[in-house]
Every structure is written in C-alpha cells, then in structure tokens.
C-alpha cells in the first residue's frame, strides 16, 4: 500500500515570495490534515478536510495561507506571501473517516523562509 | 485550554535499558490518548492508543496507561533497542463536531549499543 506523498520535500524561498506543496493521501482515504511543525514543537493542525470540504480551518492563516482539495483526493497548501516565522516542516497525513485519530502522515515538505 | 506536556529531551539509553517517557495532558471531557513515533527520515506513525481511562495500550513492547486521576499517559519499555532511536509524541484526540489530534512538543530518544 502507497503511503502518503507530498512534494516537494525541500524548498527554500525569500520572505514575500509565494510556495504551494502537494499532498496524495492514502487511497480511499477520505479525511485529509495539513500540519505545521515548528522547529522543537508538536505539529499544530493547520486545516482538515473531509472530502473535498473544509471542517477545520480555525488555525490556518487565511491572510496569507490557502488550500484546496479537489475532487476529494490530491491537496495543495500555499502561502503567499511568506514570512520569516513560516520556516518550519509542513506535514500531510489522511485518515479513513471511521478512524480520524490513526492519521497516516507523509514524510513532509521543510520550508526555510530566509 | 486542551494541551499536552512531554518530557523535555533528548533522553540518552544504553540499550537493554529501562524507558519511561513522561506525558500529561489537560483536556475537557473525556479525550483518547495516543503515541506517535518518528523514525529518522519518516513519517510520523501511530504506536499505541487508549481510548478511555485505566486502559492500556500496548505494541512493539511499549505501554502506556491512560491514567484520568493524574492525567498521565506515560510511555514504558523494559529493554529499549538501538532502533527504538526516534521521536516520540504524544497526543489528546479530541471529540465534539471534528475529530482532531493535539500534540505534544515530542521527546528524541537515543539508544546507544
């Protein structure tokens, strides 16, 4: 079984520039959460989404971050502009709706914001 | 609020050695516990859960006990291995509307021959 992907898993840009990351979830998997996880923190859910709805966006930063998932599979998370305090790793995990706790987390994009 | 404190680290071991990772967590209602692990160069996976208090989650050799009257959820093992070496979090699953996960700020584990 394919776990979850994402892409890219490095990328470093200037403060003000724009980044988006992909994220293909567990086949069959309905629910899909990006995290951020800050250097020596926990990752802190930034969105969730069941299909291609949106349940939790309560800590995402909508002046600067969005995200999409269409047709209920594949995910993008951009940030447009980036800030210095967005520096972290960005991580995609899927779960099945039945089990939203056992999330299968993909192996996450670093982004350095220099 | 709803939080989880671990254990600062990195906790060294020689390996066969006695673990203990300590959690605790603050929460309303009744949350399910769990264990997340992160080998080096992985993603992070699930090790162990417990869903309601004085149960005990169990894998690999690790335990942890959901305990309500401490609000603990420590991770144990008697003999770690040298691929035990990881990072360990823990984690409230909150219920309500949307499930979420609510982590801890992780524990590195090094286990040296």
New interface residues.
């Given amino acids: 079984e394919a776990?979850?992907a994402q892409s890219p898993r490095y990328k470093i840009i200037e403060k003000r520039q724009s980044v988006a990351f992909w994220c293909n979830p567990i086949s069959g998997h309905a629910t899909l959460y990006w995290y951020q996880q800050i250097l020596?923190?926990?990752?802190?859910?930034l969105i969730?989404f069941q299909n291609n709805g949106v349940?939790?966006d309560s800590q995402l930063p909508k002046d600067r971050f969005s995200a999409e998932r269409l047709k209920g599979v594949d995910s993008t998370l951009k940030i447009q502009p980036a800030k210095l305090e967005d520096s972290a790793v960005y991580?995609c995990?899927s779960s099945l709706w039945t089990s939203?706790?056992?999330?299968?987390?993909?192996?996450?994009t670093r982004l350095t914001v220099t | 609020g709803n939080s989880v404190t671990q254990m600062e680290g990195p906790v060294t071991l020689s390996e066969e050695a006695f673990l203990t990772i300590n959690c605790t967590y603050t929460a309303t209602g009744y949350p399910s516990l769990f264990w997340y692990v992160q080998y080096p160069g992985e993603g992070l996976q699930l090790l162990l859960k417990a869903t309601k208090a004085d149960d005990k989650g169990s894998n690999k050799g690790f335990e942890a006990t959901y305990r309500k009257e401490t609000t603990s959820f420590h991770l144990e093992k008697g003999s770690v291995q040298v691929s035990d070496s990881a990072v360990y979090f823990c984690a409230l699953g909150l219920s309500g509307g949307y499930n979420k996960l609510i982590f801890g700020a992780g524990t590195r584990l090094a286990v040296h021959p």
């Avoid at chain 1, 020596?40 to 859910?45: D, F, H």
Wanted: net charge negative; no cysteine.
């Fill in positions: 776990g979850v020596g923190q926990g990752p802190k859910l969730q349940v939790d991580l995990a939203p706790y056992e999330q299968y987390f993909g192996p996450g």
